[in-house]
């Protein structure tokens, strides 16, 4: 998490003590509920693809998708990125429901239309 810009790369550099308590999940979900070798190894593809995904530092999603059910739920590469720009907020993993409850949710300052010129402070 120190990387203020991330890559796809960055999303498997973290902290090792990060690695061990994230770890524990799909073993822990396997003690639980028998699952097939086939469906763990789907969710972790789907799990590591996520990951690069939300570090990529680009949406691939169109912005018409972002903003209609199911995937405006789910955390995005802008979503994810404000959470290394600013490390107050966007702490969900996938879904961005738990940082509106915890009241962590941040969301990102609409870009300049760049057809129209921007004025600064003083009216420059």
């Known amino acids: 998490h120190r990387s203020r810009d991330p890559s796809a790369f960055a999303s498997f ?3 090792p003590a990060e690695a061990v308590a994230t770890a524990w999940f799909l073993p822990a979900l396997a ?3 028998p699952i097939h070798w086939g469906v763990a190894l789907a969710l972790l593809t789907l799990m590591s693809a996520t990951a690069v995904l939300n570090h990529a530092g680009r949406e691939v999603w169109p912005a018409a998708w972002l903003t209609r059910p199911p995937l405006r739920w789910f955390i995005t590469a802008t979503h994810h990125d404000l ?12 879904l ?3 940082d509106r409850i915890g009241g962590t949710n941040l969301t990102p300052r609409p870009e300049p239309d760049s057809r129209r010129p ?6 420059r």
Not at 83 to 94: Q, T
Not at 118 to 123: E, F, L, M, N
Request: proline fraction near 0%; aromatic fraction near 18%; charge should be neutral.
């Open 31 to 33: 003690l639980v509920i």
């Open 118 to 123: 921007v004025v600064s402070a003083d009216g």
């Open 83 to 94: 959470h290394h720009k600013r490390f107050s907020g966007n702490y969900g993993l996938y």
């Open 96 to 98: 961005q429901v738990w």
């Open 13 to 15: 550099a973290f902290d």
